[in-house]
């Protein structure tokens, strides 16, 4: 089991820009969260995706746009790229029927310049 | 408003003592409290966990401490290694939902 995978692993962007991250989940599992962490700060809850849906969201603008596909993969976007948006994106997953606990992956690293 | 506050912000112990981290919480609807240990460049991982029907949980060197009145709880890790040099987070979570509320990190460090 790979376990959740994110790709990429780094990224560089330019103030403005629009970025993609990717995430692959679990095994076995159908629900998956995004999470933005700043530097020396704690993750901060994006929003959840469950069933091809946004089923939960935190306090962030709609800039931030997500989906999820029939293979419960999931994508993030961000669009009109700021400097503060500069952080680790972490994807986490779980088995929504269990309320299991969440899995993370190793993040992507995204610097905007 | 940080719905979990932790401390210390962090912490240098000596190979072989018993670091405490510590959480509260104002939200009485949590159920569900989870620690992760987080290296540079990795994802948080998951060490223990606590529902608040318990007063203590261990797993390894790893316990759990809860207080349900004073809504708080901590990390106790016994005989600590260099190798637990790591950051730690608190976490909870509201019933029916996957999305955890963090603390703010704890940076240990384990001096051999």
């Known amino acids: 089991d790979a376990g959740v995978t994110q790709s990429p692993t780094h990224l560089i962007k330019t103030r403005g820009q629009q970025v993609t991250l990717r995430c692959s989940p679990k095994s076995g599992h159908d629900t998956v969260s995004w999470y933005q962490q700043a530097l020396g700060q704690g993750p901060q809850f994006i929003f959840q995706y469950y069933e091809e849906e946004e089923r939960q969201r935190g306090n962030f603008p709609d800039r931030f746009s997500g989906h999820q596909f029939p293979n419960y993969s999931s994508e993030l976007n961000v669009n009109a790229l700021l400097l503060g948006d500069s952080a680790l994106y972490l994807c986490?997953?779980?088995?929504?029927?269990?309320?299991?606990?969440?899995?993370f992956g190793q993040g992507t690293r995204l610097t905007v310049v | 408003q940080q719905q979990v506050k932790q401390s210390p912000q962090s912490l240098i112990v000596q190979k072989g003592g018993i670091p405490i981290i510590n959480c509260a919480y104002e939200?009485?609807?949590?159920?569900?409290f989870p620690w992760y240990q987080q290296f540079p460049g990795k994802g948080p991982a998951l060490l223990i966990a606590i529902r608040p029907d318990v007063s203590e949980k261990k797993e390894g060197r790893f316990t759990i401490s809860f207080n349900k009145s004073a809504k708080q709880f901590s990390l106790h890790i016994m005989d600590s290694q260099p190798g637990d040099s790591a950051t730690y987070f608190c976490?909870?979570?509201?019933?029916?939902?996957?999305?955890?509320?963090f603390g703010t990190g704890t940076r240990l460090t384990v001096i051999p």
């Open positions: 986490a997953s779980s088995w929504d029927m269990g309320n299991t606990e969440a899995f």
């Open positions: 939200n009485t609807a949590f159920d569900y």
């Open positions: 976490a909870a979570r509201v019933p029916g939902a996957n999305n955890l509320f």
